[in-house]
């Protein structure tokens, strides 16, 4: 079974560019979420899909940063403009639903971003 | 508001030893307690996930507790091996997939 598929691995910007990410998710896997990780802490969630609508959002810089998830299967996430501190690995993960053993969630290898 | 706290961020073991790491969290109505693994560079691989209706899950040498009244879990890695050493994270998951992340207890095993 194909994992979780993100690219591009890694990316160099400076401040104010622009940048997306994609993210092909675990194939039948409803829930899709996109997660920010600081060098050193855990996880951050940033928006959460289930099928093409989103559930949770609310921790989404929503003046620069921005996701959709096209007939519920590929996502991206686009920042612009970028800031220093948007530097960090972006993480894709995918489950097939939200309810019982449905909740494991599986991760793809991530996006590293460096903003200059 | 969900908080995951894991204690200690940084563990340095003798190859052969069993160990304990620690997830404490803030709500009990998780649904879920899931245990990942993250090697440098990598992303989070899932090794163990207890449901709420679950004390304990094992997978070989692993071996994953929880108590949601005490707002504990406990992730037990038996005779430790050098390639045991990564960065080990814990998740509660709500009913409704929502995850909240600790920040992880980095394990260095020698040999």
């Known amino acids: 079974e194909a994992g979780v598929a993100q690219s591009p691995r890694y990316k160099i910007i400076e401040k104010r560019q622009s940048v997306a990410f994609w993210c092909n998710p675990i194939?039948?896997?409803?829930?899709l979420y996109w997660y920010q990780q600081i060098l050193g802490q855990g996880p951050k969630l940033l928006i959460q899909?289930?099928?093409?609508?989103?559930?949770?959002d609310s921790q989404l810089p929503k003046d620069r940063f921005s996701a959709e998830r096209l007939k519920g299967v590929d996502s991206t996430l686009k920042i612009q403009p970028a800031k220093l501190e948007d530097s960090a690995v972006y993480l894709c993960?995918?489950?097939?639903?939200?309810?019982?053993?449905?909740?494991?969630?599986?991760f793809g290898e991530g996006s590293w971003l460096t903003v200059v | 508001k969900q908080e995951v706290t894991q204690i200690p961020a940084a563990l340095s073991v003798p190859e052969g030893e069993n160990l304990v790491l620690n997830c404490s969290f803030t709500?009990?109505?998780?649904?879920?307690l899931q245990w990942f693994r993250q090697d440098p560079g990598k992303g989070l691989t899932s090794l163990l996930l207890?449901?709420?209706?679950?004390r304990e899950q094992t997978s070989g040498r692993l071996n994953a507790s929880l108590d949601k009244s005490s707002g504990r879990s406990t992730l037990y890695i038996a005779a430790s091996q050098p390639g045991d050493s990564a960065t080990y994270l814990c998740?509660?998951?709500?009913?409704?997939?929502?995850?909240?992340f600790g920040d992880g207890t980095t394990l260095t095993v020698k040999p």
């Open positions: 998740a509660g998951i709500t009913n409704a997939g929502k995850s909240t």
């Open positions: 207890i449901q709420s209706s679950q």
């Open positions: 993960a995918s489950s097939l639903g939200p309810r019982g053993r449905g909740n494991t969630i599986y």
């Open positions: 709500d009990s109505a998780i649904y879920n």
């Open positions: 899909f289930q099928n093409n609508g989103v559930v949770d």
């Open positions: 194939s039948g896997h409803a829930t």
